[in-house]
């Protein structure tokens, strides 16, 4: 049957941060606009994942009065720390001498899951109709070939494509623009990249797979308003990452890892090189007999300025992590993609009104201090390419003497499914057993991230070739999707004499991440939306 069609001025796929800045922008230009946000999320908030220490610049743009309207952005940073560390040492390195793009003095420690809450309701306010629960599952084309809006998840289908009771179809959505904000490697935006061709001449894209627990601690274990951050062990100096430590309020300690997902050796397990690193004896005095309440992991966008796609095409704009606009030296896109989502609804007026080509979009990010910022970071990540020594050294050449201004740009010369070594050229990593009090194993992990999926429904992480993962992937790689995916949803199981290896999905585990979609080296792995309010209910991640 043919679907419902909802007509609307601007369609926003996504309610982060850049979304919502977008919806809201959008408002205040022109409160006559008919906007819709559909979020994949049960809730606004529930599928929203970051360190996060935030820098208020977009937010003061958007919302000036958003100390005194309530916003949940309180606890200033007052006090930095940066560790080397080894397997029993570390090392203090002065603040002052850290570059000023990895300095937080002016920003705050906070929820970005409260703050999208929060940007929600003032988006509502201004009247734009946010659906939580309706996944945006499909592009509709118009015949010219340009976008003319998406379509929702059809519901009630079970595993293999059939309708059960209670099936709903989905809806088709049209608007003047479609605002594509769904965050890192959205589904849709990798399809439209392709489809257009907005990544050519570009960089390949880069990604890095971030973890973060909250921990209640103790009073004298908590220093609020401190922020942390440490390189060194667990990880090899080929392997890029670090950690960071932010004292949030509430006795609660944010701490997490970042691992990039350009590593090399298969048998490396993002999950558990996170967990041990919180038993150095430097992290460990900070957990001992404290309590986790939470867990979660997200894939992070890192090529930056080499990487950044097109961000307009015919009828749609790309904003925030879904094209890149995270700069990573800082290790923040929160600020960064709230911009780009001004800059969208300011575009986007512009298209309704005057008829201005969306182009235009391109030339405003350019002039705005996102570009800048994304361009004076342009060769941090790109020079770790030269082990972990070589660029902190080239990065404080960079950045502190240079500021970001040398005379050339780095390249990104692999895209992070092209770089694992094949068994037969690695070391296999052995890793210790969680003693379940300061490190723990995946299964404890999951049921802290309230992940749930409907059961019988379509499975969301879809094989091109099903045999593929046994035939190819675990002779070569020894399955490496049992060890990058950070809540166990890949498994090779073998009969009882350890022969007839099977690849099972347990997709009900899947927290969103994409690090599959991302890593794979076959590229075989697809993640598409699973049916509305799937996934995880992170709290105040």
Same mark, same amino acid.
């Given at each position: 049957?043919p679907?419902e069609i $909802? ?5 926003? %796929?996504?309610?982060? =941060?850049?979304g919502l800045s977008t919806?809201?922008?959008?408002k205040?230009l ?8 559909l ?6 908030g529930?599928h929203?994942?970051s ?7 977009? &937010?003061d *743009?958007l919302? =000036?009065?958003w ?12 006090k930095?720390?940066?560790?080397f ?5 570390s ?5 002052w001498?850290?570059?000023? %793009? @990895?300095k ?9 899951a409260?703050?999208?809450r929060?940007l ?9 109709e946010i659906f939580?629960g309706?996944?945006?599952?499909e592009?509709i /084309? ?5 976008v003319?809006? %998406? ?10 494509g059939?309708k059960?009771?209670g ?11 479609t ?8 589904h849709?935006?990798?399809?439209l990249?392709k ?5 050519k001449?570009k960089? =390949? ?6 973890f973060?627990?909250?921990?209640e601690?103790?009073?004298?274990q908590?220093? *609020?308003? +401190?922020v $942390?951050?440490t390189?060194?062990w =667990?990880?090899?100096n080929?392997t ?9 309020e509430?006795?609660?300690i944010y701490?997490g890892y970042?691992?990039?997902?350009d590593?090399?050796?298969?048998y &490396?397990?993002?999950?558990d ?6 038993t150095h004896?430097? #992290?460990?005095?900070?957990? *001992?007999?404290?309590?986790?309440v939470?867990?979660g !992991?997200r894939?992070?966008i890192?090529?930056g ?8 095409m015919?009828?749609?704009l790309?904003v925030g992590?879904?094209?890149?606009t ?5 290790i ?12 969208a !609804? ?8 005057n008829?201005?080509? &969306?182009?235009i979009?391109?030339?405003?990010f ?8 994304l361009?004076e970071?342009?060769n941090v ?7 972990? $020594?070589l660029?902190?050294?080239?990065t404080? +050449?960079? @950045?502190?003497?240079?500021?970001g ?6 390249k990104h010369?692999h895209a992070?499914h092209?770089t694992?070594?094949?068994l037969?050229q #690695?070391?296999k #990593?052995e890793?210790?057993?969680p003693?379940g009090?300061?490190s723990?194993?995946?299964?404890s992990?999951v049921?802290?991230?309230?992940t749930?999926?409907r059961?019988?429904?379509?499975v969301?992480?879809?094989?091109k070739d099903?045999?593929?993962?046994i035939s /190819?992937?675990? *002779?070569?790689?020894d ?6 995916c950070?809540?166990?949803?890949y498994e ?6 350890n022969l007839?290896?099977?690849? %099972?999905?347990?997709? @009900?585990?899947?927290i969103?991440c994409?690090?599959?979609?991302i890593?794979?080296?076959s590229?075989n792995?697809?993640?598409?939306t699973?049916e509305g309010?799937?996934?995880p209910?992170?709290g105040?991640?």
């Open positions: 049957m679907r $909802m007509e609307y001025d601007v369609i926003i %796929v996504g309610a982060g =941060p850049a919806a809201i922008k959008l205040q022109d409160s006559n606009l008919n906007i819709c946000i979020e994949k999320g049960a809730e606004v529930s929203i994942l360190g996060n220490v935030f820098e208020t610049k977009a &937010l *743009e919302l =000036p009065d100390k005194k309207d309530g916003a949940p952005v309180k606890v200033k940073v007052n930095e720390r940066f560790l560390l080894g397997k029993n040492k090392l203090s390195w002065p603040t001498l850290l570059p000023s %793009v @990895q937080n003095h002016k920003n705050y420690i906070i929820s970005l409260n703050l999208c929060w929600a309701e003032k988006a509502e306010k201004l009247g734009v939580p309706f996944p945006a599952s592009i /084309y118009a015949k010219d070939g340009s003319k809006g %998406v379509a929702t998840l059809d519901m009630g289908l079970d595993k293999d059939n059960k009771e099936y709903e179809q989905g809806m088709e959505l049209h608007a003047k623009v605002v594509f904000a769904e965050g890192c490697r959205g849709l935006g990798k399809e990249i489809k257009y061709n907005l990544d001449g960089d =390949p894209q880069q990604y890095g797979i971030g973060k627990e909250i921990w601690v103790s009073d004298n908590h220093e *609020e308003g +401190l $942390m951050h390189v060194g =667990p990880l090899d080929s890029y990452g670090g950690s960071f430590i932010y004292h949030a509430n006795k609660q701490i970042v691992i990039g997902l590593y090399k050796n298969p &490396l397990s993002p999950f090189e996170f967990q041990r690193f919180k004896k430097k #992290i460990k005095k900070m957990l *001992e007999g404290s309590k986790r939470a867990y !992991a894939a992070l890192e090529g300025f080499q990487s950044l796609p097109k961000m307009y015919p009828g749609a790309l992590c879904d094209a890149g995270l700069n990573m030296p800082k923040k896109g929160s600020h960064t993609a709230m911009k780009s989502g001004i800059i !609804a300011e575009t986007i007026v512009e298209n309704i009104k008829k201005i080509d &969306l182009s979009y391109e030339v405003k350019k002039k705005s201090w996102v570009y800048k910022e361009y970071a342009r990540k790109p020079s770790f390419s030269w082990g972990k $020594m660029g902190i050294l080239f404080g +050449l960079d @950045q502190i003497i240079f500021r201004k040398l005379p050339f740009t780095l010369k992070d092209e694992l070594k094949s037969d #690695i070391k #990593i890793y210790p057993k003693d009090k300061i723990f194993d995946k299964t992990s049921y802290l991230t309230g749930n999926h059961e019988n429904q379509p969301h992480l879809q094989l099903s045999n593929l993962p /190819y992937t675990l *002779e070569k790689y399955e490496p999707a049992q060890r990058y950070p809540v166990g949803v090779v199981q073998r009969d009882k004499n007839n290896p099977n690849f %099972v999905i347990n997709s @009900q585990n899947c969103h994409k690090a599959c979609d890593k794979e080296p590229q792995i697809t993640w598409v699973p309010g799937g996934g209910k992170y105040n991640m």
